[in-house]
């Protein structure tokens, strides 16, 4: 049985960070793509970042590059998203994903992802 557990949402003000973490358990870790997602209200679900657990590869939205960081632990099977510089329109519900595949492509859909997790909410304001 897969599972995704996030952790780390909450509020924070303007400016400040945040760290999201998901942690993976039911299949084999390494060497697949998991991604974070965000779905605000009243909004579709869009990618935010990925990542290539093998070898490490990332990739970013335009609108958090610069700002958030995607990393694994694959001794811990946890992704980890950083949050920096956090700006109100990032206020949404935060998912992890992840896919049965070693492929990792940018951009990428919802549809691309076999697995989630439950979601935490990130609220800046």
């Known amino acids: 049985h897969v599972q995704l557990v996030e952790s780390g949402g909450g509020s924070v003000q303007p400016g400040g960070s945040q760290k999201l973490s998901c942690a993976a358990s039911?299949?084999?870790?390494?060497?697949?793509?998991m991604g974070w997602f965000r779905q605000a209200t009243g909004k579709e679900r869009e990618a935010v970042a990925s990542?290539?657990?093998?070898?490490?590869?990332?990739y970013y939205a335009d609108s958090v590059k610069g700002r958030f960081t995607i990393s694994r632990d694959n001794a811990k099977n946890t992704v980890y998203l950083q949050m920096d510089s956090l700006e109100p329109e990032d206020t949404a519900m935060y998912y992890c994903a992840a896919s049965r595949t070693s492929v990792c492509t940018w951009p990428c859909e919802p549809a691309d992802f076999d697995y989630w997790g439950q979601g935490t909410q990130v609220t800046v304001s």
């Open positions: 039911g299949y084999f870790y390494t060497s697949i793509c």
């Open positions: 990542i290539y657990t093998g070898a490490g590869h990332t």
